[in-house]
T-cell receptor
Framework: AQSVSQHNHHVILSEAASLELGCNYS??????LFWYVQYPGQHLQLLLK??????LVKGIKGFEAEFIKSKFSFNLRKPSVQWSDTAEYFC???????????FGKGTRLSVIA | GAGVSQSPSNKVTEKGKDVELRCDPI?????LYWYRQSLGQGLEFLIY????????KSGLPSDRFSAERTGGSVSTLTIQRTQQEDSAVYLC??????????????FGNGTRLTVT
């Protein structure tokens, strides 16, 4: 079964700083990869996804993620964070086919002015 | 409705009691997930219903947990003889079966369960 590791439990950044959140998965086959975000008091929503093609995917609000197959990684990046990016970020993976989506434990991002 | 609806939004129960949590998925969504979100534990997969296939129950933590989905729509998650460690937010999510396998999940707002 696949599993997901998110390296950072809590990240604190100043506004305009660059962001990179790590995500590694363990599964040898073909996978679909996702980043979800949960803003305070809101439900989870999709930030971006990768399933094939260009390994650099762009999502909403200036976020992007790069799939590096050799490293089993799908790190999330943003060049310049804003206070409104304060949220919890979850990486998720499922193997191709009818398999459940498995989430990492999440990374809490706090952006300070 | 426009989104996934879960009820109740909050539930406080005494240890040892049974609880039922309800999920109304988006109309037309035939695949449904239950997850548990605890502090520091992220989203823990519990169970997955996909159309008429047998549900994937591999994530259920014990035999006190069960779920059913009636008529391919509403789902109920039941926890028997609740324990304090069951306290968490229980999230339901649905997805359109006919969409590609990489479609996003639509999450409800969750039920916050507190076992005292």
């Amino acid at each position: 079964a696949q599993s997901v590791s998110q390296h950072n439990h809590h990240v604190i950044l100043s506004e305009a700083a660059s962001l990179e959140l790590g995500c590694n998965y363990s599964y040898g086959g073909t996978v679909n990869l996702f980043w979800y975000v949960q803003y305070p008091g809101q439900h989870l929503q999709l930030l971006l996804k990768y399933f094939s093609g260009d390994p650099l995917v762009k999502g909403i609000k200036g976020f992007e993620a790069e799939f590096i197959k050799s490293k089993f990684s799908f790190n999330l990046r943003k060049p310049s964070v804003q206070w409104s990016d304060t949220a919890e970020y979850f990486c998720a993976v499922n193997a191709r086919g009818n398999t459940p989506l498995v989430f990492g434990k999440g990374t809490r991002l706090s952006v300070i002015a | 409705g426009a989104g996934v609806s879960q009820s109740p939004s909050n539930k406080v129960t005494e240890k040892g009691k049974d609880v039922e949590l309800r999920c109304d998925p988006i109309s037309g969504h035939t695949a449904l997930y239950w997850y548990r979100q605890s502090l520091g534990q992220g989203l823990e997969f519990l169970i997955y219903f996909q159309g008429n296939s047998a549900p994937d129950k591999s994530g259920l933590p014990s035999d006190r947990f069960s779920a059913e989905r009636t008529g391919g729509s509403v789902s109920t998650l039941t926890i028997q003889r609740t324990q304090q460690e069951d306290s968490a937010v229980y999230l339901c999510a649905s997805i359109h079966q006919e969409a590609s396998y990489n479609s996003p999940l639509h999450f409800g707002n969750g039920t916050r369960l507190t076992v005292t």
